[in-house]
Each structure stands twice: as structure tokens, then as C-alpha cells.
């Protein structure tokens, strides 16, 4: 009997990864497409039918990360000669870098925008998970009044699909100085995700017995002391899987980075399909910039990796 | 040196009052039983002493000092919850060395005193495990030596024990004990088991929806309970009670059961009438030990019926059809043979317990 039961529980778990690795497959399959299409020669790129083998070269990379013009002539040979290798790159596209003054290249904006996404997505998921973490303590420790409908009042901002909002939030903004700026952005996102956090974060911290915060309250600790030493360590899974979510919805919100920024404060989202190419859309360009803005995410991810298993079952399972 | 005092300590849980009126004092290395049925506000209670809960009104006092405004930080108690609560972040040495880290002691100190405790409580072992690596006992001895090294006024346990199996509950009783008798740190334990009542306490407050029923010495409790509550909580299996009708006969009293009639000295009906008991307002109680039986006729013995019988053991217990009730008996094993049969019954007088039906109250009554 007992055989019997452990070979078909083998079979079923091979069963059960089989059916793990196609649906693994199917989701990678579009991240498989971009990563391929960034490294691919534009003309290979948008064939029909898509070609499987290429020769990967780094040329999208170059071009997303510089200015250039469309080559009006052919290039003298001494020019093409004393070229870096990775200028070579794109004047064999047949455009060439824009040069400022001093004949030093000119840099895209995609740098700066990437950094706006750090700094937009980074700053604002802090500060929605801090507050949606002492908030949920209050909520989940201390006999608030009208508990149940301020609770309710925290999820209702997240009711409406935001972009209803967009045009008003456009003209506030405009008449308070923050359209364009990262504070507005970070106001926003902040806004945004912590009704989010104070909802998970409630979910996890009423799963840590009380009794460990009077267990150090009797023991000479002040609520605070208490709050940091014991709340927080036991919650840490929790805050990490918030932490994680704000920051994908941060870091990968378009709509309002679209309309309330432009240049200053714009994330990399609404920049990068405005990449087009000097002449035609440059989808390897696009691609590149696509696989970049993918890498903050997945390590952020990686790194939480084990807090995040144990936080989504911790957070789901109800007694 | 610790006392502690409750003075007319009110609770209330919005509508539902908790605690009524409760005075009590806890004498210096006493270890006081909180006693009571679930929900009965023993927790509160105990957390109303530790801080961990505001009260309405009353006063706290430890060692003569008001403290019910003061923080839980500030009363210098130790509490062990019933879930003990041990931190799952840090190991079992962190644990035991987490209350003295609030008082910033040096490094060497804290050391000493965590290996003597956990010497003491022969958990040296264990001291790099996190919790989650213990036993439910194991958890439980940490549990105490971390509300032992600080060295508080008071320890206040929450069914410390509660979670445990049989034989372990046993056994850490025993260990209780020894602690207690070795730190002479005034304890108060809330329980609602009564055998762990019985066995630890130096008294033993027994509580019922909030009010407090009788505080007395275990053997105190009882012996002379003071209400019918207090009779039938304390003492396994409980104390039989029924109305009794009391009459004077020629030879003596008779107190009939059930329409049985058993026959009591003559002294009893002037200690009703000194107690103020009124005619067909009396319960009389009698624990099944209190229960007399032979199996032949005897002076003073009625006949009755067997029932169904528990062996335990050691004894047995034997159910008695008496008239229209039933009366529990402990016998020696195998007394009784089996149900159905013929045997004579007679109340022990000495053990027999009188009530005032109304109020429940005893009536003190002693033959
Ligand atoms: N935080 C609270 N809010 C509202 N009611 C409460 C709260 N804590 C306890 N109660 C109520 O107060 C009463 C007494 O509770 P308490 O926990 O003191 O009982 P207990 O004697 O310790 O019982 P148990 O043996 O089950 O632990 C119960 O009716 C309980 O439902
Ligand atoms: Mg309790």
C-alpha cells in the first residue's frame, strides 16, 4: 500500500511540476521576446516571420543611452577610423551620436529618467509602507473609534480607478507648483499605495500575538521601544512583501507620470515608448530600455524572495 | 518585600462587567490561586495588576504605593502568558537576557544571571534554540526564567500550564513549586483548573462572573466552602447537592433527599434556626466521600439502589438512586458490584454542607 501511495505521490508531483514549467514558460515567454529584441539588428527585430537566430549585438544598448542624427552622407573613413568601437556601432545603423560643443557625446534621457524611477518609486514606497505600518498598528492594537468605517474610508480611495481623477489631479497640481516635480510624484504614489499598505500590514501585524509587546512592556520596555525591538522584526516578512508591492505599482505606474510630468521629473515609463528613432520607431531601442527597467524589480523581488513566500501564505491564511 | 493590595478594583468591556468590587491582598512571597470558571475575569484581573489593562475604578497598590496609573514598565512585575509569548526572532538566551537589556545591564551581569536561571531551570541546553525549535515544556520553562531573572516583586502566571499535556501539567506543577519555594517571589497564578489550585496555592481566590466567591487556605476552600458555587467548582467529582427537607423527629433531625429520609443530630435544627434558615430554603451538599455505604442494614442507614459505576483506580464512584435523586458515592474499588443492587446509604453528618437557597450562601452550619 504504501508503495503504491508514494509512487502515484511521485507521479503526481511530476505531474504537478510539469504543469509548473509550461506555465513558467508561457509567462517568460513575452520577457524571453523583449530581452531577444533588445539585442537583435533592428531589421531582424521586425521580420516576418520573427527570426529565432541572430547574432546578439549591443547596439540598441548604445543608442538608448546617447542622442543621435540621421547620417546625411556617407562617413569619411579617418571619422569612421578614430571612432570608438561603440560609436562604429551606430554609424553602421547609418545615423550618427549628437556631439555637443566640446565634441563630447550627448546622452539620452533615459538615465535620468531611470533615476527618477528609483528615486519616485523608491522614496514613495518607504514612506507609504512606514505610515501604512504604524497606522495598521494603531488600527490593529488600540481601540480606535469608528474603526470599521475608517478603515473603509482608507480602502474607498481605491475605489475609483484613479485615471478618473487624472484631469483634476492635473490642475491641482498645475495651481500648487507640482506638476513636474518628483515631490509630486512621490505625494501621489505615496497616496496611492498606502491605503494598500495599511490593509496588508493590518492583515500581518493582528497575526503577531499581542502578548509579545506586553510581554516586553512588563518588562521594562516603553510601547515604542516595544514597537521597534519586537513589532517590527516579527512583521518583517510582512513589510517586505508590502514593500514589494508598492513598489511595483510605483515603479511601474504610467498613466499619471504621463500626464503630470514632462521633463524634470519623468519616470522611465512614459519615456520610453517616446523613444521612437530619428526616422521610423526603433522597437531594439525600445526593447533595450524595456529590459533595463525590468532588472530593479526583479532584484528587489530576488532579494525578498524568501520573506515574500511566507508573507503570502502568512498574510492569507485566517484563523 | 512585596504586597499587593486591590482595593473595590470595577471593570467593565463596554457592557459586560468584568470585574466587581474585588478586594484583595496578596501578603509578601505569598502564592495566591486566581480560581474560576472561563470567562470569569481572571485574565483581567491579572493584567489589571501587571498594567497590561486600565481600570474603571479602585486602587492597585504594590508594597503600599498606588501604581494603577503608573505604565506596565513602571509596576516591576513579571508576567507569563499563557502562550508564553516567547519572541520568535531571537534564541532562547535573547529572550531570557531581553528584560534585563531594558534596564542596561552590563554585558557579564546579564550573562551570570541568564546561566543561573537557566541552570536553575535546567534549560543550559537550550539556550541557542529559537522557540520555535522547543517543547510546549521546554517553552514553558523559558517562559519563567525569563520573568525569574529580573528579579521582580511580583511573578503573575496566566495558566502557564494550561497548554500542556496531562503528565506534563503534573510535573511542572511540581517544578512550580520548587521555583516557588526557592525564590519566595510573590506569585499570584490564575487557573481554572482546580487540582493545580489545590496543589500550588498558599491560598486560593475563587472567582465567579467577576466577583470574588471566597479566598481561603485550599484546605479552607474546600472544606468550608462559602457558597454553592464555590462547593460544586472545588472538588472532583462535585459535591452532591438537592433541597433538603428538615424535620424534628423524637430520636433526632431527619433531612429528607428526594423523599428519602436520613437521619442527622438533634443539634442541627437549633443551628438552622441561629442561621436564620428558613423552612424548605436549605440545599444540603455532601461531596461523594461524605457518602457512607455498607452493605448490610445498619442504625442509621437507608436503603437504596445502585447505579452506574465509575472505577477509577484507586476508588470508585457509585451512582445511588435516592427517591427521585441521585447521589454520587466514593467507595473502595469494586464495593459496589454492579448496578441495580441493594445497598445502605448514610450522610456523614461532619461533611454535610447547608445553603440558603436563595442566596446560595452557606449557612455554616458544622455537626
Ligand atoms: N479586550 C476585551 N474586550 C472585550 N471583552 C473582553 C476583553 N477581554 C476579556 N473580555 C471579556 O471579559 C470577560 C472576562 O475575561 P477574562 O479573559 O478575564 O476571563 P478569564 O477568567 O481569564 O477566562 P479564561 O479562563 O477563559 O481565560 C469575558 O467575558 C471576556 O469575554
Ligand atoms: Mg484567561
Given at each position: 500500500m504504501a508503495v503504491v501511495s508514494t509512487r502515484s505521490g511521485r507521479l503526481g508531483n511530476r505531474i504537478a511540476i510539469a504543469i509548473v514549467l509550461v506555465i513558467t514558460l508561457i509567462f517568460l515567454s513575452p520577457i524571453y521576446w523583449i530581452t531577444t529584441t533588445a539585442f537583435k539588428p533592428l531589421v531582424q527585430a521586425t521580420s516576418v516571420p520573427p527570426s529565432v537566430l541572430f547574432e546578439p549585438q549591443i547596439t540598441p544598448f548604445v543608442k538608448l543611452f546617447t542622442k543621435r542624427a540621421q547620417l546625411t552622407g556617407p562617413v569619411s573613413p579617418e571619422v569612421y577610423e578614430a571612432a570608438p568601437w561603440w560609436e562604429k556601432l551606430?554609424?553602421?545603423?547609418?545615423?550618427?551620436?549628437?556631439?555637443?560643443?566640446?565634441?563630447?557625446?550627448?546622452?539620452?534621457?533615459y538615465p535620468d529618467r531611470f533615476v527618477n524611477s528609483l528615486i519616485i518609486a523608491i522614496t514613495s514606497t518607504i514612506l507609504a509602507v512606514s505610515l501604512g505600518t504604524i497606522t495598521a498598528y494603531g488600527f490593529s492594537r488600540f481601540r480606535v473609534k469608528g474603526e470599521a468605517d475608517?478603515?473603509?474610508?482608507?480602502?474607498?480611495?481605491?475605489?475609483?480607478?484613479?485615471?478618473?481623477?487624472?484631469?483634476?489631479?492635473?490642475?491641482?497640481?498645475?495651481?500648487?507648483?507640482?506638476?513636474?516635480?518628483?515631490?509630486?510624484?512621490?505625494?501621489?504614489?505615496?497616496?496611492?499605495?498606502?491605503?494598500?499598505?495599511?490593509?496588508?500590514?493590518?492583515?500581518?501585524?493582528?497575526?503577531?500575538?499581542?502578548?509579545?509587546?506586553?510581554?516586553?512592556?512588563?518588562?521594562?520596555?516603553?510601547?515604542?521601544?516595544?514597537?521597534?525591538?519586537?513589532?517590527?522584526?516579527?512583521?518583517?516578512?510582512?513589510?517586505?512583501?508590502t514593500a514589494v508591492f508598492c513598489f511595483i505599482t510605483a515603479w511601474n505606474e504610467y498613466a499619471f507620470a504621463l500626464i503630470l510630468t514632462n521633463r524634470r521629473a519623468q519616470t522611465a515609463p512614459p519615456f520610453i515608448p517616446s523613444q521612437v528613432g530619428t526616422g521610423l520607431q526603433d522597437w531594439t531601442v525600445i526593447a533595450a530600455g524595456t529590459v533595463l527597467f525590468l532588472l530593479p524589480v526583479a532584484i528587489f523581488t530576488f532579494l525578498l524572495r524568501n520573506h515574500l513566500l511566507r508573507g503570502m501564505s502568512f498574510g492569507a491564511i485566517r484563523k | 518585600?512585596?504586597?499587593?493590595?486591590?482595593?473595590?478594583?470595577?471593570?467593565?468591556?463596554?457592557?459586560?462587567?468584568?470585574?466587581?468590587?474585588?478586594?484583595?491582598?496578596?501578603?509578601?512571597?505569598?502564592?495566591?490561586?486566581?480560581?474560576?470558571?472561563?470567562?470569569?475575569?481572571?485574565?483581567?484581573?491579572?493584567?489589571?495588576?501587571?498594567?497590561?489593562?486600565?481600570?474603571?475604578?479602585?486602587?492597585?497598590?504594590?508594597?503600599?504605593?498606588?501604581?494603577?496609573?503608573?505604565?506596565?514598565?513602571?509596576?516591576?512585575?513579571?508576567?507569563?502568558?499563557?502562550?508564553?509569548?516567547?519572541?520568535?526572532?531571537?534564541?532562547?538566551?535573547?529572550?531570557?537576557?531581553?528584560?534585563?537589556?531594558?534596564?542596561?545591564?552590563?554585558?557579564?551581569?546579564?550573562?551570570?544571571?541568564?546561566?543561573?536561571?537557566?541552570?536553575?531551570?535546567?534549560?543550559?541546553?537550550?539556550?541557542?534554540?529559537?522557540?520555535?525549535?522547543?517543547?510546549?515544556?521546554?517553552?514553558?520553562?523559558?517562559?519563567?526564567?525569563?520573568?525569574?531573572?529580573?528579579?521582580?516583586?511580583?511573578?503573575?502566571?496566566?495558566?502557564?500550564i494550561g497548554s500542556l499535556d496531562a503528565k506534563l501539567r503534573e510535573s511542572m506543577r511540581v517544578e512550580l513549586k520548587r521555583l516557588h519555594i526557592e525564590n519566595g517571589s510573590t506569585s499570584i497564578y490564575v487557573t481554572h483548573d482546580q487540582v493545580e489550585a489545590m496543589s500550588l496555592a498558599d491560598r486560593i481566590v475563587v472567582m465567579h462572573e467577576g466577583l470574588l466567591q471566597q479566598v481561603g487556605t485550599p484546605d479552607d476552600v474546600y472544606r468550608y466552602p462559602a457558597n454553592i458555587f464555590v462547593a460544586q467548582f472545588v472538588g472532583s467529582p462535585i459535591m452532591n447537592m438537592a433541597a433538603a427537607d428538615i424535620s424534628e423527629g423524637s430520636s433526632g433531625v431527619s433531612v429528607s433527599l428526594g423523599g428519602v429520609s436520613f437521619a442527622f443530630p438533634a443539634a442541627l435544627s437549633g443551628k438552622l434556626k441561629e442561621a436564620g434558615a428558613q423552612k424548605g430554603k436549605v440545599m444540603l451538599g455532601v461531596r461523594p466521600e461524605g457518602v457512607l455505604l455498607s452493605h448490610e442494614p445498619k442504625d442509621g442507614y437507608v436503603e437504596v439502589t445502585s447505579g452506574i459505576i465509575e472505577p477509577l483506580g484507586s476508588h470508585d464512584i457509585v451512582?445511588?438512586?435516592?427517591?427521585?435523586?441521585?447521589?454520587?458515592?466514593?467507595?473502595?474499588?469494586?464495593?459496589?458490584a454492579g448496578p441495580g443492587l441493594k445497598v445502605w446509604a448514610?450522610?456523614?453528618?461532619?461533611?454535610?454542607?447547608?445553603?440558603?437557597?436563595?442566596?446560595?450562601?452557606?449557612?455554616?452550619?458544622?455537626?
Open positions: 551606430v554609424l553602421d545603423g547609418g545615423e550618427r551620436l549628437a556631439r555637443d560643443g566640446n565634441g563630447d557625446v550627448v546622452f539620452s534621457a475608517l478603515l473603509f474610508f482608507i480602502l474607498s480611495t481605491r475605489m475609483l480607478p484613479p485615471i478618473v481623477v487624472a484631469i483634476p489631479m492635473f490642475l491641482m497640481y498645475r495651481a500648487v507648483g507640482l506638476n513636474d516635480t518628483h515631490v509630486g510624484l512621490i505625494i501621489l504614489y505615496t497616496a496611492f499605495n498606502v491605503s494598500f499598505a495599511v490593509w496588508l500590514m493590518k492583515g500581518f501585524i493582528d497575526e503577531i500575538p499581542k502578548e509579545y509587546e506586553e510581554a516586553a512592556l512588563v518588562d521594562g520596555y516603553t510601547r515604542m521601544q516595544a514597537f521597534f525591538k519586537i513589532v517590527l522584526p516579527e512583521a518583517a516578512t510582512g513589510i517586505a512583501a | 518585600m512585596t504586597e499587593i493590595q486591590l482595593r473595590n478594583i470595577d471593570k467593565h468591556f463596554g457592557p459586560v462587567h468584568v470585574i466587581r468590587e474585588i478586594n484583595l491582598t496578596v501578603k509578601d512571597q505569598e502564592f495566591v490561586v486566581l480560581l474560576g470558571p472561563s470567562g470569569c475575569g481572571k485574565t483581567t484581573t491579572l493584567r489589571a495588576i501587571a498594567g497590561l489593562e486600565d481600570i474603571d475604578s479602585g486602587d492597585i497598590l504594590i508594597d503600599g504605593k498606588p501604581v494603577q496609573n503608573l505604565h506596565a514598565s513602571e509596576r516591576d512585575v513579571a508576567f507569563v502568558f499563557q502562550n508564553y509569548a516567547l519572541y520568535p526572532h531571537l534564541t532562547v538566551y535573547e529572550n531570557m537576557a531581553f528584560p534585563l537589556r531594558a534596564v542596561r545591564q552590563n554585558r557579564e551581569e546579564i550573562d551570570k544571571t541568564v546561566q543561573s536561571v537557566a541552570t536553575s531551570l535546567g534549560i543550559t541546553g537550550l539556550l541557542n534554540r529559537r522557540p520555535s525549535a522547543l517543547s510546549g515544556g521546554d517553552m514553558q520553562r523559558v517562559a519563567i526564567g525569563r520573568s525569574l531573572v529580573r528579579r521582580p516583586k511580583a511573578i503573575l502566571l496566566d495558566e502557564p451512582d445511588l438512586k435516592v427517591g427521585d435523586i441521585v447521589l454520587r458515592a466514593r467507595t473502595k474499588s469494586g464495593f459496589v448514610r450522610i456523614d453528618p461532619a461533611q454535610a454542607h447547608f445553603f440558603d437557597t436563595t442566596s446560595g450562601s452557606s449557612l455554616e452550619i458544622r455537626l
